[in-house]
């Protein structure tokens, strides 16, 4: 809240101008409006350098957009699914899946079933040789529960010549296998 008293105006920090002083650019835009409007296109005035109608550089784009098709080289096949692992465990272990080599592929789908009685860590892996030995661990790992099915699908910044995983209990199943198939698509 203000306080009670006489203050000076505020300084002008643009100058001001009459009315009148605008009018004529004022007009000639206004014709230009109404030209535009009515269907006949006149000159561009020369105070607006590189000018056109619209219309004309609608086409324009048009055309660079025409020139920048994008071809498919082929057609983008899943091969069949792989069996990368599958096992009883009946342990509380860490074991490794095999690779599957993704150096030809757009995506990868891996897919666990498991009918083990406990819970499984999944960890997506990637190496650039076919080996889990060096491998590195792509994102978190995924938690499989007892009895159940999870999927994992790679992002294309995942990418690594060869994927696997490793399957980790915490505590020993007493029944049951855990599978994982994976999906290359090309």
């Known amino acids: 809240m203000a306080k009670p008293g ?6 002008v920090t643009t100058p001001r ?7 004529e650019e004022l007009c000639n835009k206004l014709d230009l409006l109404i ?4 269907g006949a296109v006149p000159a561009p005035p020369p105070e ?3 000018w056109q109608p619209v219309i004309d550089k609608l086409d324009e784009i048009k055309e660079e957009i025409a020139s920048l098709q994008v071809s498919v080289n082929g057609v983008w096949e899943a091969k069949p699914a792989v069996e990368i692992f599958n096992e009883a465990i009946k342990s509380a272990t860490t074991i490794s899946s095999a690779m599957v080599s993704w150096q030809k ?4 789908f891996l897919f666990v079933d498991s009918s083990l009685n406990q819970d499984a860590q ?5 190496n650039i040789k076919n080996s889990v030995i060096g491998s590195v661990n792509i994102n978190a790992a995924l938690n499989c529960a007892a009895n159940s099915k999870i999927s994992v699908g790679m992002a294309w910044d995942d990418w690594m010549n060869y994927i696997g995983a490793t399957v980790t ?4 199943p007493t029944s049951g296998t855990l599978t994982i198939w994976a999906v290359v698509q090309e």
């Open 6 to 11: 006489i203050y000076a105006p505020p300084e």
């Open 169 to 172: 209990t915490i505590v020993a």
């Open 17 to 23: 101008r009459a009315p009148w002083d605008h009018v």
């Open 48 to 50: 607006w350098p590189g």
């Open 35 to 38: 030209a535009l409007m009515g």
């Open 122 to 126: 999944i960890q997506v892996v990637g």
């Open 105 to 108: 592929g757009k995506r990868l």
